[in-house]
């Protein structure tokens, strides 16, 4: 039985010095109780924040990679973390978009100041507008009080805007000039309010679409994507597969106390082929699930769950599953469709490549596909000659 000794490898960050974010936060257009609300709300912000900051700090390895895609993150990471420019992080779920969004923040120079998360997405959009700009007392029905916003809580510091793309039109004009101008009225007032942060907005939507489709405003999409950030989707990456595994049987093991030794060959090459839809998110609640569930000793296929030993039938057979099953009929346990759809085109692409050399403009003739295509569909699925 052979386990994976990969070892772990990960991103370290230079931790600017603090003492340039020391300075008292400005009164950045609030008025005495109004502020006084706000440095409530944001102290306590800032303690939780606090101890996110501290949280991350202490993990050894928060991000886990060493890909040469995830490498290329790391430098970008690396090199605009400390700007104040905006950064549009792009990925399918579960890739580490927020991961990415707190690295950026903690290895800035306002680290000392709090990161505002704001999920666009999982808030009512009558709801947004406030809990982004505040809003005055009386200014509607419940509006019992001065509320702080978003934007003010993350002054000198960081507000992440997740989800982005959900944003409604009515409220993408207003972002747009809090974002150009460093200003914004608070719901029921008119009086302008001012603050000084750095906006890290993120999308599992393709913006362009909807800049295209007209439900994103163009201007706004150009403004957030200063500095794009597109994370790969695990199957691009799988040689960090087993990287990730190890590292989340030890975050389980050391903080729940399992003896869970490794993960032998076999099963660590069923969990290298399947095709992670929900990315590292699904991975982590699958290494969580056999800690729990085994607890000790070693991960055997038989404990890995029903969908991944479909890829192992698949992956094993030696004739063509499908044409069996669609003269048999489909089992009543069913198939994964997209594993096998996908599956067959990289078998289809990986043949034309391996008969063309690599030619990838003989590779698309073969398939009739235009090359663009084929390079997009390479590169998505993370094909490459060592794979053949
Ligand atoms: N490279 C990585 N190393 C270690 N853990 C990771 C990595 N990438 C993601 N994770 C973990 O996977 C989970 C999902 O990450 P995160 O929430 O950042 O993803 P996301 O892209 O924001 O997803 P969504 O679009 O669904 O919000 C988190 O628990 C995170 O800690
Ligand atoms: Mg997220």
Redesign the pocket.
């Known amino acids: 039985m052979n386990k994976s000794d990969n070892t772990e490898t990960?991103l370290q960050f230079n931790i600017p010095s603090t003492s340039e974010t020391q300075n008292e936060p400005a009164n950045n257009g609030w008025t005495k109780p109004a502020l006084d609300q706000a440095s409530e709300q944001a102290q306590s912000h800032l303690q939780t924040q606090e101890k996110n900051i501290s949280g991350w700090l202490a993990e050894a390895?928060?991000?886990?990679?060493q890909s040469a895609a995830?490498k290329e993150i790391f430098a970008l990471i690396e090199k605009v973390a400390n700007t104040d420019s905006t950064v549009l992080?792009l990925?399918?779920?579960?890739?580490?978009?927020?991961?990415?969004?707190r690295a950026l923040h903690n290895n800035s120079i306002r680290r000392s100041r709090p990161f505002v998360p704001v999920?666009c997405g999982a808030i009512p959009s009558e709801l947004l507008e406030t809990e982004l700009f505040g809003h005055l007392k009386g200014a509607y029905t419940g509006a019992i009080a001065n509320r702080v916003g978003r934007f003010t809580l993350a002054h000198q510091g960081t507000l992440f805007l997740?989800?982005i793309g959900t944003m409604p039109a009515s409220l993408q004009v207003k972002i747009l000039r809090a974002l150009q101008l460093k200003e914004f009225e608070p719901v029921g007032g008119n009086k302008t309010l001012k603050s000084d942060c750095r906006v890290i907005a993120?999308t599992?939507i393709d913006l362009e679409v909807e800049v295209s489709k007209g439900t994103f405003r163009e201007d706004l999409y150009y403004r957030l994507n200063v500095i794009p950030i597109t994370?790969p989707s695990l199957r691009e990456r799988r040689e960090?597969i087993p990287l990730?595994i190890n590292?989340?049987i030890k975050h389980f093991n050391t903080k729940k106390g399992y003896k869970i030794e490794g993960v032998s060959a076999e099963a660590m090459d069923v969990l290298c082929r399947y095709n992670w839809p929900g990315?590292?998110?699904e991975?982590?609640n699958i290494c969580q699930r056999l800690c729990i569930l085994k607890s000790a000793g070693t991960i055997e296929v038989s404990d890995l769950p029903a969908k991944l030993h479909q890829v192992r039938a698949l992956s094993s057979s030696t004739t063509t599953p499908w044409s069996h099953w669609l003269t048999e009929g489909i089992p009543d346990a069913g198939i994964p469709f997209d594993d096998l759809v996908t599956q067959f085109e990289n078998d289809l692409i990986n043949k034309a490549l391996e008969q063309t050399r690599w030619n990838k403009n003989k590779a698309a003739q073969l398939l009739h596909l235009n090359r663009t295509t084929l390079v997009e569909k390479i590169k998505k699925r993370g094909l490459a000659p060592s794979h053949n």
């Open positions: 990960s390895t928060p991000f886990i990679g995830i992080i990925g399918e779920s579960g890739t580490g978009k927020e991961l990415v969004a999920n997740d989800e993120a599992n994370l960090d990730l590292h989340f990315n590292v998110r991975l982590e």
